[in-house]
């Protein structure tokens, strides 16, 4: 991994199957959500090679325009910062937790979580690594684990509890 960056956890969070409802294997001790946000049981994961549990993401997230090395320490911290929630609104922190979305436009930004590689940190020749739940690692480019979410939601790399796959 390259300097300011961390493997996050792939927690996954959607609000398109139940309200806020835990998709990903690592699960967030979060009362509020359906199953406490627990994690998932082994037996739930259907895809085990195909679907993440790790994956890089940068310890500093500067707003857009400004570099990175202006800034100090872990700014994503605390809560779910340093986590893909699949979410950017988690107690108004503003922390960028976007799962990837082959269907968004590429930006020049790569600490932009508004884009295709969402809150993923491609800095390898524009890809990332990618812990899958059997324990392999993969090197991808990020759009690439969900790349069209509303068409193909069987190609959603993020998604452990899908009942079929493209992958």
């Given at each position: ?93 503003g922390s960028g937790g976007e799962m990837p979305n082959g269907t968004l436009p590429a930006t020049a930004d790569i600490y932009n ?55």
């Amino acid at each position: 991994m390259a300097q300011n960056e961390s493997a996050a956890p792939c927690v996954a969070i959607t609000g398109n199957q139940a309200w806020n409802q835990m998709i990903g294997i690592i699960g967030m001790s979060q009362n509020w959500m359906p199953n406490g946000g627990a994690a998932q049981t082994l037996a739930a994961v259907n895809f085990p090679s195909s679907t993440v549990m790790l994956c890089d993401k940068c310890n500093v997230e500067p707003p857009a325009g400004e570099a990175a090395s202006s800034f100090d320490g872990n700014l994503n911290g605390w809560g779910p910062g340093p986590i893909i929630t699949g979410v950017n609104w988690w107690d108004y922190s503003g922390s960028g937790g976007e799962m990837p979305n082959g269907t968004l436009p590429a930006t020049a930004d790569i600490y932009n979580v508004n884009g295709p590689n969402g809150a993923v940190t491609a800095v390898h020749q524009a890809r990332a690594n990618f812990v899958f739940a059997d324990g392999h690692v993969k090197s991808m480019v990020p759009a690439a684990t969900d790349p069209d979410p509303v068409k193909h939601p069987e190609s959603d790399m993020w998604n452990a509890i899908r009942t079929q796959t493209s992958n």
